[in-house]
Every structure is written in C-alpha cells, then in structure tokens.
C-alpha cells in the first residue's frame, strides 16, 4: 500500500497492534486491534483492511480500515498485546487485566479472563502500564511496582513480585523464556530472572545520572542481548544487556516523549518510534554511515491514524546505524497522529514485510 | 444592565416542582450544576433533595458523529494559523477559500454521516435526534456558504450573481433528483413533474440542462417545433458573464440588454401564446416578478428567489447593492408569513454585509460556539472585522474562540483539541489555559505525563509543579515513597522532597532497612534539591560503603555528615549509634582527630538535653544514658588506641598518653571535654 491511510474514529486511541500472521501462509496482516483512551466508555476495537471478513466493501473504501467489531473496555487501555490469532490481552487502568477472544466466526469479541485489581494499591486501584505474552505466559507490570507473572489458561496468579520498582514499571518485555526487562521511570533498566526465588532483580542497568524516565522498550528478535528503549526525552537508547552498565549507543531522536519503539520482527534492522511530538521515526542501519542522516520519503507506511487525527504529512525518516545490515521495506502503523504534528502518536506496530 | 436579546429558553428539570423549592446554582465552564435549596436564611435541612443535577449547554459536543466535526475543524484551524502575516496579501485570498472550504466539506461530510445513521437507526428518538442536528448543519453550511461568497471571497459584480447562482444550486439539489426521476420514466415529457423540472433548472439559470429536457417535449409536438426552436435558441443565447475572459462588465451589460430586447420582443409578438409553459419560462427570462412568485413552490425560499430575480433582473449587480434586493425580495417572498425565521435575518444580515449582526444571530440561534468561533476567526484573518471592542475581554474573535475552547475543555477526551485554541489566543488565552490545565483529572500517569508535557512546552513552570505535586501526593497516599519522590524531584519542591525524605528516615528508624534502595542509590544532582535528601541520599551511601566494607571512607562520611550541619539534629543519635560498630572494629578507623570531633558531637547533644524533658518516660531517659554512657565509653577508647597508633610511629611518649586517655572515660556525663583547641596546641609541644 502506498501513501498513508488516516481515518478519523470517534475516540481516542492509546494502542494499537496488528494481529499475528501465521509464519507458514505468506499473507499481509489485514487485522489490526485498537484501545481507547480518556473517553467516557472506552473500548478495544478490531479493524480489517483489505476485501476479506466484511462483505460491504465499496470500491472507495479500499485500504480503508472497516470497524469489525469493539467491545466496552473498563478503564483507558493502557496496554494491548495479541496473546495468539484471536486472543488479546489488555492493560487497564484500573488496574485489571483482560484477556478478550475475538471469534472469527461470528466477527464478536468477549471477555474470556479477567483479572480485577491485579495491580492495586492498599485502598486504590493502581493502573497497569504494560504487558508482555510469551504464550501461554503473560507479564504485566503497574505504577504499583508489581511484576505479575499469569498464565492464560490458569484462574490465579502465578507468581508477583512486590516492590519490584520503587517507582512507576512503564514497559516490559521478554528477554528469553525465563528473562524479563523492565524499564521505570527512574531510568533504569532491570532484568527479573524468575528461575530465581528472591524479589530482587539479577541485573540493573542505568543511565548514570539523569534518571530520565523510560517510556518503552523492544527486544531485538534475533539477538536477545540487544534491547532498545525510548524515554521522557526522546532519546532513543540501545543497549547490550550483556555488557557494561552504560547503553551501547544514545541518539537524538524526538523532542518529547517517545511512547513506544518496535524493531521490525522480520527486519530488525529496522526500528521505528513513535512521540508525543507527532512525529514517527523508520531507523535503519546501514553499515557505511555512522552518524545519522535524514532520509525522506521512499518506504511505503500505512498510518491509520485517528480521533484527534489526519494523515501524517510532516514524517520524517530517520537513517542510522547501531549494528550493521542492509535496507528493505517495512509496514507501520501508528495512531494518534496530525500532520501539523500537534498531537501526539500513542502507538506503532510492525508487522510483516511491505504490502 | 443590558437588554436581553431573545427571551431565554427554559429547561424543565425531572423531578423538580419549581413552585415550592427553590434552586440553587453554580457555574461551570459549560454547563451549570443545579441544586434545590430551601430559602431561608436559618433553618433546619429538612427535606433537602439529594440529587445534583447537571445541565448542559451544549450536548451536540458529547455526539460521536459531530466529535469527528471538531477534531477535524481543529486541524483546518491550526492550519489556518500558520498563514504568516507576511504573506501578500494576493496569495492570501485563495488560501482563505480554501480553508473556508475545508469547513464546509468537514460539516457536509458529518451532515451526511448523521443522514444515513438517521434513516438507518430504528430508535425514532435518535432518529429525530440525528434531524435535527442535520438541519442545524445544513443550515449552518448555508450560512457559512454564503459567508465565503460575500465575505471572504468578496466577488465584486457580474461574478458575484454567479456564485450566488453556485451556492443557490448546491443548496437545492432537489432538482437533480426529480429530473433522473422524469427522465428515467417511460414517457419523460408526459411525467406530472415535467415542467417543474424544466423550470427549476430555469430558475437555477442552467439553461444547457433545461434545454435537453425541453427537447423531449419538442419532440413529441412536431407543429410547435418552430415554437420550440426559438426558445431555445433563446435559452442558448443568454450571455453568461465569464470573468476569466478579458470582456468587460459593461461589454457584458450591453449583450446582455441586447438578448433581453429579443425576449422581451418575443413575449409582445405572443411567440409562446400557444404554450401557457413556455410563455412561463419565456416570462421567467425577463424576469417577471408575478411569474417568479407564482413559481413559489419551486424557489421554496426567498433567496432563491432573490438570486433568481437578480439573474434575470439584475446580473451586474454590485455587492453594495445587494441589501436592497435581498430586503425587497424578503418582503415579497414573505408577505405571507408574519415573522422571519432566525435564519433568514441571519441571511438577511449577511446580504446587507453586517458581519456582526451574522455572528450575533447566529451565537443565539445556534447552541454551540463552534461555528461562530470558528467562522470569526476566519473572518478575523481577512482582516474583515474592524476592532469591534468588546467591553469584556479583548475583541470578538478571542471571546469566542474562548468560549468554544472553554466548552471543549470540559469535555473528558476533547480536552487536548482546546489547548490549540488558547495557544491563539494572544491576550487571554494563557489564563484559561493555566486554569483549565490544572484542573484535568489524572487517572494515569501517562495522561499526567501528557498534561506536563503541554504545560512544559509553554514554559508553565507553575502547573508543572502543582501537576507534579498532585502526582506526587497521589503516590505519598498510596504509599509508593519512591514514586512520591521522584514526582517532587521533577517538581523542583524542596518542602514536599523534605517530607518525603522524612518518611524514609522515620521508616528506617522503625525497620532498620531502606525502601526503595534503587531511587535513592541513584539520586544524582538531584540529591541537592533539599537539605534533608541530600542527608538521605549520604546516609544511604554511608551505609553502601559501610556494607562494602569501605571503613574509613564511612568513616569520614559520617563525620562529615554531622559536622557539615548536614544530618538534621534529631539524627545525630542515630548517626553517632551508627559509629558505634565501627569503633568498636580491631582495626583503628577514626583517628585522634575524628574522634575528637564525634566526641565534641556527642557533647554539644548532651548539652542541649541537659534541660530534663517531663514528657519523656523514665525508661527512654536510661536508655538514652546508657546509649551515651556506650557511646563516651567507645569513644574514649578509641581515642586511646588511636593516639597509640598514631605515636607508636614516634619514639616514646606512649605511656602517658594512654593514662591520659583513660581519664578520659572516667569523667562525669555533662561534664564539658577539653577544648579541642588547648588539646591541639598542646600536642606540637609534646613532640617538640
């Protein structure tokens, strides 16, 4: 698909992901999955583009996203992952995580599990700010400072590390099976083992002195030691987990928050960011250039973009180089978006190669 | 006291009986809360209601169709404050067009959303619902329509009627229906609407359209094909003005008088006498007004009737001109109904080029600002108003973008389009927004985190802080010390931080162990923010290099910590308790020289308690005495083996200051030390 799609829906969007392809049949990702923010009744919503799933779809309307079905969504959804083809899992703010079914059949979603006040305070509710599956495993972490482990198929709580963060847990991810990174809003990085018994963590990473927050990380999907993470500056970090206590590399990115960054699972050469700014950034590494360079235009994105949003026109590309490799297309999605660039971008996704 | 431009409407609360209680009120940004009261001036609260109720102004902002109206109006507005003043102003016009016509296809693109969930939705409430918000839009892209036309895109004459002609026509697109309607019937020429299509597109001046139909009917009636073929060649002939050709105006005006010479000589000759309806058409041509207005069904309004008779009456009309026509054709279209619709005085207003007149109907005809905010600043940036000083406020524009903004903030998602508006706002706006923005509720902190980065952006240090410090009594609240922390660092508050601290050394006292090890280990720079957290943060480190093992640097942190006045009084105790392992350690750590100064530490303490507190229980009195007995007595022997340390390096000399140290520890409590200074000068002697 060239160019971009924006569409304008009745709420706001805080996330938004694509659903998985099996890895077998070459097909594009056509189903995506967003979460509302800040409205009065919030919802998770599936969109298709493309012909298939819904039947009324006039000419003019191709490539444009068709609302497959939604469901209420107590609390901002503060996070949103895709357990497997038609499970997703939720972060509230309210503290609850959801697992909802989307059943293919009948184009509805239901709640399957829910977990009320997972992340809690003594009196209060305590929002979940992120989550992380490795099927059938899911992580959640809260303002709370909790790391919740739950399995999708079991009733309870597996296991919970209290007082994993004195502050606030923003993102996590998986570094391998049993190996989980947290970023906080310190600034630091924390690596959770839960081979071992004890609540403290095996490896805490830093940058030293500025303790600026961390918004988001991503794992490089092949190379488990090579973690990218984007703060309250707009700073886009890389990290070698494996070495030292000091980010491997530190680049200028955004001018304010950078809300969520993704390699490219196929591509990881890849990397895009997406900021408060309502700017979206494709990083690519190449192998001759060191410093970073700017490079417009020439990639194909589909930005579905929404609520407050229109078509993105100030993008901008951004070319640099962390590791060494070559360049090819990818598929982003963002939402949240103005081409004045006067809102910010809540959310990106990566999935598969162009379309 | 001013007059009241309309009576106000009145809303009918549920469950309220106005004639015996009475109502209070408080006003918000948008709407009103609503309470009963009891009118007394005592009194007992018997019988008070326990409903609060709210009524809103505005519910059109709570639509999720007419959501889409705002945010995509927000993002023509921000565009449309990037048109720099330094821009001639030739280049400007067309871009004012444009924007203006950016609005209009945002509302013509909602107004047909709501249409098709109107005839879709089985709910007739809704339904009506959904009608009557239609219409408010058709009406308001109306007004706006001819607002670019006149206003903005100021035709001057000859054009001016054709896009006059332009907006009559989108407005009344009816006629296209019904013409498919006759034309795909089996018999067009014989269809009941016929001649109503025919001289619909007449009226609407598309002579090319109005002749293709005309054709089907000549060719049914072969013996009045000559009949046909002259009103036709009439209809073709009508000069059109073209203002992208070099022909003047009175060029045009001397073709057009030609042709209405040769219609109005076809009428005298009775060429259509025969055809009652092509002698109507024939009429219409030369603009006959009786005939115009007994086509009234047709125009169904007066500005299309207007329009119509300035076409075929007056087309080099000059937009000074135009009240007159528009009055006159008013009151010629209208004589039958007594009062005029606010539309129509609001188009009425526009034709007589009464700009504030429109705004002022239309802020009271409509029930929200968003057309009228939206629509003066455009206005506003044409230059088009003069500095209409308001009495309140700085000028027209601002206190209406306010307002809609104000609107906007209540809202609980639409709350971040309105900052934009106050960011254009010049005078005012900043207030609004400093007051508004501290008053978001904050449910998470990514949505705090959003709120700061607004406030950060417009150097609004002062919201900052009291966000940060909501953010950080929230956490406090819950117990997340850490968390409390770090929001008071970021809000640069030294009172709340000291707090903070306060609690964590309280709860070290109580347990003996730090929380929240990973903030406080690395506070950084920001440990100076406040007395009290720099101690935390060196206590901590003390502690670090006290598990590490790192004796003597503790050792001197410790020290230092009490005699750079650091450590808050009250915790010298517990810092001279800490001392206690380490002198207590085989290895000498503090020298003669520390030790003489935790020694003067101890006792400017015990000085100061001299004084017997009565509150105090006995108990906590004789631990404490043991505690400094402990304390004098460890000191003491310190000191000793400190002194034979450091002599043992200098031959002799030991022995005497070993019985000097002793006496030491045999002195009475409260008894003063030597002076440290005596003691210092002493020593050089000694080793002379």
């Given amino acids: 698909m060239e160019g971009i799609n924006a569409k304008y829906v009745s709420q706001k969007i805080s996330k938004t992901r694509w659903r998985p392809v ?126 919740i482990l739950f399995r999708a198929d079991q009733e309870g709580v597996l296991r919970t590390i209290e007082n994993a963060d004195s502050s606030t847990i923003h993102a996590v991810t998986f570094l391998r099976t049993t190996e989980i990174l947290t970023v906080n809003s310190i600034g630091q990085l924390k690596i959770w083992d839960f081979r071992q018994q004890g609540n403290e963590p095996s490896q805490i990473l830093s940058l030293t002195g500025d303790r600026v927050p961390l918004h988001c990380v991503d794992r490089h999907p092949n190379q488990q030691h090579i973690v990218a993470t984007g703060g309250q500056d707009g700073m886009l970090c890389i990290w070698d987990v494996r070495q030292g206590n000091m980010p491997f590399s530190l680049m200028e990115a955004h001018s304010a928050e950078m809300w969520e960054v993704h390699f490219h699972p196929s591509n990881p050469d890849h990397l895009f960011s997406c900021s408060e700014d309502g700017s979206l950034l494709h990083w690519e590494t190449s192998s001759n250039s060191d410093t970073p360079s700017f490079l417009q235009g020439g990639r194909n994105t589909s930005i579905v973009s929404r609520s407050a949003l229109a078509p993105a026109g100030g993008n901008q590309s951004l070319i640099s180089s962390w590791l060494t490799g070559d360049s090819s297309k990818g598929r982003l999605e963002t939402t949240h978006m103005l081409p004045s660039q006067t809102l910010s971008v809540n959310s990106l996704d990566v999935l598969g190669q162009c379309l | 006291m001013e007059e009241v431009d309309v009576e106000p409407t009145t809303t009918p609360i549920p469950g309220f009986d106005s004639n015996q209680k009475h109502l209070g009120f408080v006003w918000g940004p948008g709407d009103i809360l609503v309470y009963e009261t009891i009118y007394k001036a005592s009194g007992g609260s018997a019988g008070g209601c326990p409903f609060v109720h709210e ?121 296209d229906e019904k013409a498919r309607e006759v034309l795909a019937s089996e018999s067009p020429a014989e269809h009941q609407a016929y001649w109503d299509v025919v001289i619909s597109y007449v009226l609407q001046g598309r002579m090319d359209e109005a002749r293709q139909v005309l054709v089907k009917q000549a060719a049914l009636q072969p013996a009045a094909r000559a009949m046909f073929k002259l ?88 937009p000074t001109e135009l009240h007159y026509y528009a009055q006159s054709s008013m009151h010629m279209f209208l004589d039958t109904r007594s009062v005029p619709e606010p539309l129509d005085s609001i188009l009425l207003a526009a034709f007589e080029f009464d700009i504030h007149q429109v705004i002022k109907d239309c802020s009271i005809a409509l029930n929200n600002w968003w057309f009228v905010g939206h629509l003066t600043d455009l206005l ?150 406040s007395d009290r957290l720099t101690f935390l943060g060196k206590y901590r480190e003390f502690h670090r290099l006290y598990g590490e093992k790192r004796f003597l640097d503790a050792a001197k942190l410790l020290l230092s910590l009490m005699t750079a ?117 002493w020593e050089p002697q000694v080793i002379g």
């Fill in chain 1, 22 to 147: 099996s890895s077998s049949s070459l097909q594009q990702p056509d189903i995506f999955a967003t979460g509302s923010w800040d409205n009065e009744d919030n919802k998770i919503s599936i969109w298709s583009i493309g012909e298939n799933g819904i039947s009324s779809m006039d000419d003019e309307f191709e490539g444009d996203p068709q609302l497959v079905c939604e469901h209420k969504h107590n609390g901002d959804v503060l996070d949103l992952q895709f357990l497997d083809q038609d499970r997703i899992v939720t972060a509230s703010s309210t503290g609850a995580v959801i697992i909802f079914r989307h059943h293919h059949n009948s184009q509805t979603l239901s709640v399957s599990q829910l977990w009320e006040r997972a992340h809690h305070y003594p009196c209060d509710n305590a929002p979940c700010t992120g989550i992380v599956c490795n099927s059938p495993e899911i992580v959640t972490v809260g303002e709370d400072g909790r790391i």
């Fill in chain 2, 55 to 175: 009524v809103r102004k505005d519910e059109d902002i709570y639509s999720p169709i007419l959501r889409k109206l705002f945010n995509e109006s927000h993002h023509i507005f921000v565009g449309l404050q990037r048109i720099r003043e330094d821009m001639p102003s030739k280049n400007k016009k067309p871009q004012f067009v444009s924007i203006s016509k950016n609005y209009r296809s945002v509302i013509r693109a909602c107004m047909e959303e709501l249409q098709q969930v109107a005839v879709s939705t089985q709910d007739a409430a809704l339904a009506t619902q959904y009608g009557s918000q239609v219409s408010i839009l058709l009406a308001v892209e109306l007004i706006w329509n001819l607002c670019e036309v006149l206003f903005i895109d100021a035709a001057p004459a000859g054009s001016l009627v054709l896009h006059l002609l332009d907006w009559v026509r989108l407005h009344k697109a009816d006629v």
């Fill in chain 2, 380 to 529: 506003d940036h044409c230059k088009l108003l003069q500095s209409h000083n308001l009495h309140f406020g700085s000028n027209l524009r601002e206190f209406l973008l306010l307002e809609y903004a104000s609107g906007l903030f209540t809202h609980h998602s639409l709350w971040q389009l309105a900052v934009d508006y106050f960011d254009h706002c010049p005078e005012f706006g900043r207030v609004y927004l400093e007051l508004q923005i501290e008053r978001v509720p904050l449910d998470t902190e990514r949505k705090a985190l959003k709120v700061i980065r607004i406030c950060e952006q417009r150097q609004m240090t002062e919201q900052v802080r009291s966000i940060c410090k909501i953010m950080a009594k929230k956490a406090l609240r819950n117990n997340r010390l850490g968390s409390a922390l770090s929001w008071s660092i970021r809000a640069k508050d030294a009172a709340f931080a000291t707090l903070i601290s306060e609690r964590f050394l309280q709860d070290y006292c109580a347990n003996g162990t730090f929380s929240d090890l990973d903030l406080i280990d690395n506070l950084g720079p920001a440990m100076l923010l």
């Fill in chain 2, 231 to 318: 009103l036709d060649n009439l209809l073709m002939k009508m000069p059109i003005f073209n203002p992208g050709e070099t022909q003047t105006l009175t060029e045009f005006d001397v073709k057009w008088r030609h042709w209405r010479e040769e219609v109005d000589r076809c009428l005298q000759d009775q060429s259509f006498a025969s055809n009652p309806h092509l002698e109507d058409i024939c009429k219409i041509l030369v603009g006959d007004e009786d005939v115009l207005l007994e086509h009234k069904e047709l125009l169904s309004t007066w500005y299309h009737f207007l329009v119509t008779r300035l076409l075929f009456s007056h087309p080099t009309v000059k």
């Fill in chain 2, 565 to 681: 006045k650091i450590a808050p009084r009250s915790f010298w105790m517990t810092l001279l308790t800490d001392a206690l392992p380490l002198l207590e350690q085989i290895e000498v750590i503090f020298s003669a020289d520390q030790t003489h100064e935790l020694m003067f530490c101890l006792e400017e303490l015990t000085s100061e308690k001299s004084v017997p507190n009565p509150d105090r229980p006995m108990q906590d009195e004789d631990i404490e005495t043991t505690k400094i007995e402990l304390l004098r007595l460890a000191l003491a022997r310190n000191l000793a083996m400190a002194i034979v340390k450091e002599r043992e390096s200098i031959e002799g000399l030991v022995g005497g200051w070993v019985a000097g140290a002793v006496v030491l520890t045999g002195m009475q409590p409260g008894q003063p030390f030597w002076r440290r200074r005596q003691d210092r000068d």
